[in-house]
């Protein structure tokens, strides 16, 4: 039976043996992790780099607690070295050896001086056993690995990234000042200059301050358990994606533009003859049509011939940038003119349209009345005499004419036999 000491009951030589080999297994692990921090680029990284923000604050936390790591670590190295001496005595070993052995490997028997260590506590050291010491030093390793990840996570991301966005914003800066794409005078231009400011400031406060872009997971405590803030990156991404289509906007135009201006002049070109049909149109209904409200006829829109001028000027100077959205304008006003004159020619000529669809109409119960062998009717010559006179001479009045064929059909339709119409 064991005797019971300040640590409890002392340890059989097999309690030893066994306390030992789990030691040992957990100081090759906490060693070989250690090794592996001091060995991990993100450490090295945070070393050599200048630090701002958050990340220096944290980095000088985080050196301390890896210097107090090391420090545990020997202390536990000395402690277990001392425990295998002492077992190394003797094969067998004594009383007085267990009792020691006991003290050793279950007592706080193992002291860490400095504050950090003991912080709040208001001591300057602090004693552990080695199971206690070996938990410390697992806090110590884990938050001070979280760091070093998720900084070497943000430095591995975001950098490069940064770097193949900026060289493609310069092969899009180039391009746009090729085509008259500059701050200041186009929207475009100065989307590139403040997409350029961005980046320079983001590339540097991310190589400084890398945590600040660390979103950790939730819920999560392994260590680096997070992933990179990249929303400053992705938002500028798309504002270059946008300047890109503006830019191919605009080179669209400068491959098509002749003959966009020639469709232009051609559209313009057929709104005049229209509108001049429509003129000349309104003289001839007023000629020969009475009683009748005829629209006047406007002329050529003389702005839209002056913006086609100024886009000719435009394309003559390479203005690619301000002739894209003036185009796309008169295309569009352009077409609504064609449209307004063809409706004003349509509203000039109904009158005409009117008076011709009474004609034909007339010469239709005509022919119907001789397929009846009753053209040689006194009265329906007569009704019809009257309608014609009506229809073909000028000016006609066409109420008065619509009501004389009117007569003609019914009266036609009565001797037939039919129904009127």
Not at 113 to 122: E, F, K, L, R, S
């Amino acid at each position: 039976m064991s005797v019971a000491g300040s640590t409890g009951p002392v340890m059989d030589r097999d309690e030893v043996d066994r306390a030992l080999a789990r030691l040992g297994a957990e100081h090759e692990a906490v060693e070989t992790s250690l090794l592996a921090l001091q060995d991990h680029a993100g450490r090295r990284l945070l070393e050599g780099a200048e630090l701002t923000g958050v990340t220096k604050e944290r980095w000088t936390a985080a050196e301390a607690s890896i210097g107090l790591l090391w420090t545990c670590f020997d202390a536990y190295t000395d402690a277990l070295r001392s425990a295998r001496d002492i077992r190394a005595r003797r094969r067998w070993s004594s009383r007085e050896d267990l009792a020691e052995l006991t003290e050793l490997l279950r007592g706080e028997s193992v002291t860490i001086a400095g504050g950090a260590v003991a912080a709040g506590t208001g001591r300057l050291s602090e004693r552990f056993t080695l199971a206690a010491l070996v938990d410390r030093m697992n806090e110590l390793y884990a938050s001070s690995l979280d760091l070093v990840v998720a900084a070497d996570a943000v430095w591995s991301a975001l950098p490069a990234r940064i770097d193949l966005l900026s060289a493609e914003l310069q092969r899009t800066r180039r391009l746009a000042h090729s085509v008259g794409v500059r701050p200041g005078e186009h929207p475009a231009g100065d989307d590139l200059e403040r997409i350029t400011r961005t980046l320079g400031a983001l590339r540097e406060r991310v190589v400084s301050d890398p945590l600040a872009y660390w979103v950790p997971a939730r819920g999560s405590s392994a260590p680096g358990g997070g992933r990179p803030d990249t929303a400053t990156y992705d938002r500028e991404a798309r504002a270059l994606e946008d300047v890109r289509r503006e830019i191919d906007a605009v080179l669209t135009v400068r491959q098509d533009a002749e003959a966009r201006l020639v469709n232009l002049r051609d559209l313009l070109s057929r709104a005049d003859r229209t509108l001049a049909e429509a003129r000349s149109a309104r003289g001839e209904v007023l000629a020969k049509i009475a009683a009748t409200e005829v629209p006047v006829v406007s002329g050529p829109p003389t702005a839209l011939q002056e913006q086609l001028a100024t886009a000719a000027e435009y394309r003559r100077h390479a203005q690619w940038h301000r002739l894209s959205p003036l185009l796309e304008a008169l295309e569009q006003q352009a077409e609504d003119e064609l449209l307004r004159a063809r409706e004003s020619l349509t509203a000039v000529t109904a009158p005409l349209a009117v008076r011709a669809e009474l004609r034909g109409r007339l010469d239709a119960y005509r022919a119907k009345v001789a397929r009846h062998g009753l053209a040689e009717d006194p009265e329906l010559i007569e009704l019809y005499e009257k309608a014609r006179r009506m229809l073909w001479s000028a000016p006609c009045d066409l109420r008065v004419a619509e009501q004389a064929v009117l007569r003609y059909q019914r009266a036609s339709a009565e001797l037939i036999g039919g129904p009127g119409t």
